[in-house]
């Protein structure tokens, strides 16, 4: 089946714009993840879903930072006013349910000029 | 919180050779430890993983320890091959994943 799919593949934003980024998770997976992974960094845990708990936000860097998720589909990431060190490749996983095995899309490489 | 401290952060072997990559952690009430492999442009992919109450697990030509006194687990890799070459991430986990920061292998021919 499908994996975890991520769009766009590439995007570059002018410092100050907000920016959306999009997760596919994969059809049945309960929880949904998102990291962000600077050059040459590991990655580093934003937020994560979990069926219709509340989210777990204890990741996200600042109050320009949100995401949403639609049941147990679609989510998306948002960036407001967007700053050059939010340059980076943003990740989403998906597991069938909170801790179980990770599966990750491809990212987003996002470069704020 | 916790906090994964991965070495070395580069490595390079011959084909055929072994490779070890070790990894720390703080939090000892983390109970799984999952490796990643990220090959350039795609999302890390795991390869193995151990859970607190097993000490070695093997997977073909992978295996990774944990010691949980000490803290520490290992990834081994042998007879290593030239498409091994990637970057690699241990991860430990209580509630949600924390990872170190890779380690570049290469596997030269």
């Known amino acids: 089946g499908a994996g975890v799919s991520q769009s766009p593949s590439n995007k570059v934003t002018e410092k100050g714009k907000d920016v959306e980024l999009r997760c596919d998770p994969i059809?049945?997976?309960?929880?949904l993840y998102w990291y962000r992974q600077r050059l040459g960094q590991g990655l580093e845990f934003l937020i994560y879903f979990q069926g219709n708990s509340a989210p777990d936000k204890s990741g996200l860097p600042s109050d320009r930072f949100s995401a949403e998720r639609t049941g147990e589909s679609v989510s998306t990431l948002t960036i407001q006013r967007t700053q050059q060190e939010d340059s980076a490749v943003y990740l989403c996983?998906?597991?069938?349910?909170?801790?179980?095995?990770?599966?990750f899309g491809p990212g987003t490489r996002l470069t704020v000029t | 919180g916790e906090n994964v401290e991965q070495h070395p952060s580069t490595l390079s072997v011959q084909e055929g050779d072994s490779a070890v990559i070790k990894c720390t952690y703080s939090d000892s009430a983390s109970n799984y430890f999952p490796w990643y492999k990220q090959e350039l442009g795609k999302g890390p992919q795991l390869i193995i993983d151990i859970r607190s109450n097993v000490g070695e697990k093997k997977d073909q030509r992978i295996a990774v320890t944990l010691n949980k006194t000490a803290k520490h687990f290992s990834l081994h890799i042998t007879e290593t091959q030239p498409e091994d070459s990637a970057v690699y991430f241990c991860a430990a986990r209580y509630s949600t994943l924390t990872f170190g920061k890779g380690t570049m292998l290469l596997v030269s021919p």
């Open positions: 996983a998906s597991s069938l349910g909170f801790g179980e095995e990770q599966y």
């Open positions: 059809s049945g997976h309960t929880a």
